[in-house]
């Protein structure tokens, strides 16, 4: 029990030997509750040597790595524990081609999981998603992304603490920044007053995690773990959210994920 609440508060279980005390981890998980922003001079300097990774998705058989096809599109996500939210992704919406976690928007270079949970890197757990947008497009997303998380938790996800688990939007394209920031504002909408803190962003470098953390929940042995705080609120439909015309009539939507409110991490499948 401990060192699951070690593990998703702070620090891996992994870090620790078995002679670890329950005062010492005591008083780490006090200090983690009150998550800060590391400083880029203060960051771990992190090395060369990029992650190596699985040729092969887990469960679609495709590469993690590009190139890429020319027909799909690319964003970086992050709602949390990155789990849950790459297997929601390439289990619920259409046409992903694959997907990987990793670790971005910090300063350290090719940093490790144990580097991301001290939070001495300044990254977020994330998630690449490559899809097809002929069969879901960046909306689609976007509705599964906002509804399966809580964006005004800051540095948490439900019971999950750290900087390492704040929400984002990381776009590779200008048409993705505006359609994120214009649901991030009907979202915000919904909320009660309750401030989004989803920091939208052109995509920086994704380091690729380690290859144990890859497709995770569909592995033999995993442990099924959600740390999902989901609002319960539907996103608005792009059709009312603040887009030029031009933008409202080249977003699609499909019907098969707007018909109902997205919750969490998908489990048992």
């Known amino acids: 029990m401990l060192t699951h609440l070690i593990r998703r508060h702070c620090l891996s279980p992994r870090l620790f030997s078995t002679t670890f005390t329950a005062a010492r981890a005591v008083s780490m998980f006090a200090a983690c509750r009150q998550p800060a922003m590391v400083s880029k001079d203060k960051a771990l300097p992190g090395r060369d040597e990029e992650m190596k990774i699985s040729d092969k998705h887990f469960v679609l058989g495709n590469p993690m790595k590009p190139p890429f096809p020319d027909n799909m599109e690319q964003v970086v996500v992050a709602t949390g524990c990155f789990w849950g939210t790459e297997r929601l992704f390439y289990k619920r919406l259409p046409g992903v081609y694959t997907t990987a976690v990793g670790y ?30 002929a069969k879901a497009s960046f ?47 009907a979202y915000q909408a919904k909320l009660d007053g309750k401030a989004i803190t989803t920091e939208i962003v052109a995509c920086p470098t994704f380091y690729y995690a380690e290859d144990y953390h890859q497709q995770y929940l569909d592995k033999p042995g995993n442990r099924q773990y959600c740390g999902a705080a989901p609002t319960g609120e539907a996103l608005p439909p792009p059709l009312e ?3 030029s015309d031009e933008d409202k009539a080249s977003t699609s939507t499909n019907p098969d994920v707007w018909s109902k409110v997205w919750a969490g991490c998908v489990f048992g499948e």
């Open 104 to 133: 971005i928007n910090g300063f350290t270079k090719n940093p490790t999981y144990k580097e991301v949970c001290t939070g001495r890197t300044g990254h977020t757990e994330a998630v690449l998603v490559v899809f097809d947008p």
């Open 241 to 243: 959210w603040d887009l």
């Open 139 to 185: 909306a689609d997303l976007l509705k599964i992304f906002w509804e399966s998380h809580n964006p005004t938790h800051g540095f948490r996800q439900g019971p999950d603490v750290g900087t390492q688990y704040r929400s984002g939007i990381y776009c590779t394209t200008d048409k993705q920044m505006r359609l994120a920031e214009a649901s991030k504002k």
